[in-house]
């Protein structure tokens, strides 16, 4: 460890990372060793930051588990030497990367904060300067010698979430995040205030930093709508080896009745395919067997997602899989929240 905390920036793509060629009008990747010529501001901060950039930078829509391996392996590599860590990303799968790297580093003890920009660094009216800064700052902070952040985070148009309870919520706007079911750790204004109430710590000190790298994708979500076909559902549970479904339900976790739909994931839960019940909702919580329409899953055997987002169950499930979590502790160790990641 330097006296003063060593920040390690780890370039995946996305919009932050760009620059406008005034020449052409076209946008490019900047080089990160001259941050400080791009963002000056940075010397003001009381750390010390070195970066590292994927060899080709990704547009975050082409995200997927080998790039979050990537991810944790530079982090892994990188642990000792470094005091916190901050991940550039597009906006657009960002939710996703920050939930699975959540799961992926266990007993994490520093921060990883992700972030992004919706305009490019080089734009007059950019929000990425105050997001990488104020990112960078919040990575550094340490409190009796200790990292203050000791989890996986998302930071966003000043306000630091909780990675693995975020989503994106706007294409366009700057505030493009939200945490609907968990508040914020810290908001940015004159001051920087923290609520270290909400914040997740490793229990006790003796746990010993693990990375897991086996992700295991073979998931699939489907998304309940007035008028589904059972030929929807057959299909969906037809895929050549599903191990999981996410159920996006209505509500607080209500489903149709219909013989053919309760039959249907009945028998695929009697195979072996784990179904995990999420709300539609942007906000709240399944409540199964609060009404009718969804105590019929309950009695067969559905996992309760409770109030977790799509990006957190998608991603746990994944590392559930890879772990090789056995089938008959599966629904018992979803329902547990692992990282903070449900209620």
């Keep these: 460890m330097s006296a003063r905390p060593a920040i390690l920036l780890i370039y995946t793509g996305g919009t932050i990372g760009m620059v406008k060629d005034y020449g052409t009008g076209y946008l490019k ?72 790297l959540s799961f992926m580093l266990e007993n994490l003890g520093k921060p990883v904060i992700f972030t992004g920009s919706q305009l490019p660094i080089g734009d007059l009216r950019t929000d990425a300067k105050e997001n990488l800064i104020t990112s960078i700052q919040i990575a550094s902070l340490q409190k009796n010698g200790m990292p203050l952040v000791q989890e996986v985070c998302l930071y966003f148009e000043y306000k630091l979430y909780r990675g693995n309870r975020t989503t994106k919520k ?49 998931v699939a979500v489907l998304r309940l709508f007035p008028g589904i076909q059972k030929q929807v559902l057959t299909a969906v549970l037809g895929t050549h080896n599903l191990k999981v479904l996410i159920l996006e339900t209505y509500g607080a976790g209500n489903a149709p009745v219909a013989d053919w739909f309760i039959k249907g994931l009945d028998q695929a839960i009697k195979k072996g395919i784990h179904v995990v019940n999420v709300t539609q909702c942007l906000g709240g919580s399944v409540a199964m067997g609060h009404y009718e329409t969804s105590e019929k899953l309950l009695n067969i055997q559905v996992i309760d997602g409770k109030d977790i987002t799509v990006e957190a169950a998608i991603t746990k499930a994944m590392y559930l899989l890879g772990n090789q979590v056995s089938n008959h502790l599966f629904k018992t160790v979803f329902e547990t929240s692992l990282r903070g990641e449900m209620h």
Excluded at 79 to 89: A, I, M, P, T
Excluded at 185 to 202: C, D
Aim: include cysteine; charged fraction near 25%.
């Design 170 to 218: 706007n294409a366009e706007h700057f505030e493009a995040f939200d945490s609907p079911n968990y508040p914020p750790l810290a908001e940015s204004g004159v001051h920087l205030k923290f609520q270290e109430t909400y914040f997740w710590k490793i229990r006790t000190s003796k746990k010993k930093f693990k990375v897991h790298k086996n992700m295991d994708a073979n």
């Design 29 to 100: 990747p900047f080089n990160f060793e001259e941050l400080l010529r791009h963002i000056p501001e940075l010397e003001q901060l009381d750390c010390e930051v070195s970066s590292i950039s994927f060899e080709k930078p990704i547009d975050s829509s082409n995200m997927s588990p080998q790039y979050w391996v990537e991810i944790v392996t530079i982090i892994e590599d990188n642990y000792s030497r470094f005091d916190g860590f901050v991940v550039l990303h597009g906006s657009d799968t960002m939710s996703y990367s920050a939930s699975a």
